[in-house]
């Protein structure tokens, strides 16, 4: 978990942090962003994808808020493009303002497609917020609400919130798994007709349905969702070359029933981790 920072960890974090802004101004990187309850967690990487990023984040933060996609930079704004807009919290770009400029690395931050701040206009908004928390604390015990002295958090309730966040996080693993093995099942049952392709004499069709094979290998691996992906443009790529004659006599073969109903399976499969992925942001 996330804790708060002592002077020396901050000025560490801060050099971290400066490589990072600097990699983001060279060339776009994937990034995971989860607010802690001390502190923020970002983590940035060229070639990692932002959903293992995410998950090694939100280990670190203790939490499962914040927000993962691209990040880039335009002029003097670092530009998050997220997965899911609608599921970044409402104070994380504020948070990792904060986060930024405590640890000597300011910038601006926004989500792609809003408006770009004008220059101070981010300074102003932090000023009159300031400003109000001030005010609220010079308030009375009658002028302040009865409703703040219960808005702490109540351990019990946290500890809920944690199991309940670990229970979802176990099935959605379950589920990325199962779909895991099934495409890995639809893909052996499909080496006949890989093994036809690579001996084509068609080169198109030999490099096509070799190089996706490939892809399927690495992503099956790491990222279940787009190796999904993949096995339906090799199944397609495959049965247009079937079609056109393009893998030989021998491959006018009756359907596979059971690749179908593997296929039928997959489906309902990715619908039930997307629904999770969702739910969990």
């Not at 940035?44 to 691209?70: H, I, P």
């Not at 007709?193 to 069709?205: E, H, I, M, N």
């Not at 096995?231 to 690749?259: E, V």
Request: include cysteine; aromatic fraction near 2%; charged fraction near 35%.
């Amino acid at each position: 978990m996330a804790k708060k920072p002592t002077p020396t960890e901050l000025k560490q974090q801060g050099e971290e942090l400066s490589k990072q802004i600097a990699e983001v101004r060279k060339k776009d990187v994937n990034f995971a962003m989860v607010m802690g309850k001390d502190a923020l967690v970002f983590h940035t990487d060229r070639k990692k994808n932002c959903d293992v990023l995410w998950r090694t984040a939100k280990k670190e933060a203790g939490g499962a808020k914040g927000a993962k996609g691209v990040a880039s930079m335009s002029g003097k704004v670092m530009v998050l493009d997220v997965d899911d807009p609608d599921s970044v919290p409402g104070p994380l770009l504020k948070m990792a303002k904060k986060h930024f400029a405590e640890r000597g690395a300011p910038i601006r931050i926004m989500l792609k497609g809003e408006e770009e701040p004008a220059d101070g206009a981010d300074d102003t908004a932090d000023a009159a917020d300031e400003k109000s928390k001030k005010a609220a604390a010079v308030q009375t015990p009658e002028q302040t609400p009865k409703s703040a002295s219960d808005a702490q958090d109540d351990p019990s309730d946290e500890q809920a919130k944690t199991q309940k966040n670990e229970t979802a996080d176990a099935d959605r693993d379950a589920r990325i798994e199962a779909l895991r093995k099934s495409l890995i099942q639809d893909f052996k049952a499909m080496q006949p007709d890989l093994k036809r392709a690579s001996q084509s004499q068609d080169a198109g069709v030999n490099k096509k349905v070799t190089g996706l094979a490939r892809i399927f290998i690495d992503q099956v691996k790491t990222d279940v969702k787009k190796a999904h992906s993949v096995m339906g443009l090799l199944q397609t790529t495959i049965n247009s070359a079937k079609d056109s004659g393009q893998l030989g006599a021998d491959d006018a073969a009756k359907p596979n029933t059971a690749s179908i109903t593997r296929r039928k399976k997959l489906a309902a499969l990715e619908k039930g981790v997307d629904k999770l992925l969702e739910r969990l942001g």
